[in-house]
């Protein structure tokens, strides 16, 4: 958490790298500005590529420098993946091929300025002795945790997903209810209100992974059945999905989305599992032997 006796140091840092931050909203508009120029020829992926560009634009936030540095990191990293996996690949060669290859390239540059600003963030804090949650592995997981389901969350936009399986809606429900928890999680321990709670912190954080391990369980099991088995509907081959043809210029090819839900469902679950075993080492004693 940080005190009002670390902000003379945020405003420094502020100072610092201000330069920086122009080099970084320079790379973002260009970014924002070539992807935006598509118009109509964007699909749905891009659109939600396009979404991320727009609400990662360059700020300072005084409490939060290095978290907010994560995330557009991770961000910027993961649409220069998607948008040219899942979009760009798809579109005729000419302009506006070269503006989505455009952006994705100035995507990824936006991402290494935002990682190295968090590296030197880090060596500051640490110069300094400043308590940085981020540099934890519980904190680096719920970041992760949150990036990997608001990916999620850009495929699942396409609707074609999971309608109309009630089955699959219940996945919709996992991936919603264990990012708001983790997103309480974080604001819990980044605003210092953690003290509060009637219950003993590693105790409450086991509850809570627990929960949210279960339900991945559930989705782990749903998604992929109900998305490739045949006998319940399924389709476990990418040629036998129509949309992949029907549906190419706006959402690319649907299968490959319906897996890569499944993939990024198996890494949640891998990372729910490391937290559940940090958080029970820590209830069973290991204090010493793990950092709160």
């Not at 420098?65 to 000419?94: D, E």
């Not at 429900?173 to 928890?181: G, I, K, L």
């Not at 090819?253 to 198996?266: F, P």
Request: contains cysteine; proline residues 5%; glycine residues 4%.
């Amino acid at each position: 958490m940080f005190t009002r006796g670390i902000l003379p140091d945020l405003v420094y840092m502020e100072t610092l790298y201000s330069p920086f931050s122009l080099v970084q909203m320079i790379s973002i508009y260009v970014t924002l500005f070539l992807a935006a120029r598509m118009d109509n020829e964007r699909g749905a992926v891009s659109n939600c590529c396009l979404t991320i560009w727009w609400s990662i634009l360059p700020f300072f936030w005084n409490k939060l420098p290095i978290t907010y540095a994560c995330y557009v990191a991770i961000f910027c990293l993961l649409t220069s993946i998607i948008n040219p996996i899942f979009y760009v690949q798809y579109l005729h060669y000419g302009p506006s091929r070269d503006q989505a290859i455009a952006a994705s390239a100035f995507s990824c540059i936006t991402s290494v300025l935002y990682a190295i600003n968090v590296a030197c963030t880090w060596k500051y804090y640490k110069l300094k002795n400043i308590p940085c949650y981020e540099h934890t592995l519980p904190g680096l997981l719920k970041i992760l945790e949150s990036v990997v389901a608001c990916v999620i969350f850009s495929f699942i936009s396409n609707t074609s997903l999971y309608w109309p399986q009630p089955a699959l809606k219940c996945c919709l429900a996992v991936y919603f209810t264990c990012f708001v928890r983790v997103a309480v999680a974080m604001l819990l321990k980044l605003s210092g209100w953690e003290n509060r709670l009637p219950l003993r912190l590693p105790i409450f954080h086991l509850g809570q992974t627990m929960l949210s391990f279960l339900l991945y369980v559930s989705a782990m099991v749903l998604w992929p059945l109900y998305q490739f088995d045949e006998k319940l509907g399924g389709q476990p081959h990418w040629y036998s999905d129509m949309s992949f043809v029907d549906e190419l210029t706006d959402y690319g090819c649907v299968w490959d989305q319906r897996l890569a839900v499944a993939i990024l469902t198996a890494i949640n679950l891998l990372m729910y599992v490391v937290d559940l075993v940090y958080w029970t080492l820590l209830v069973r004693g290991s204090d010493g032997l793990l950092p709160q």
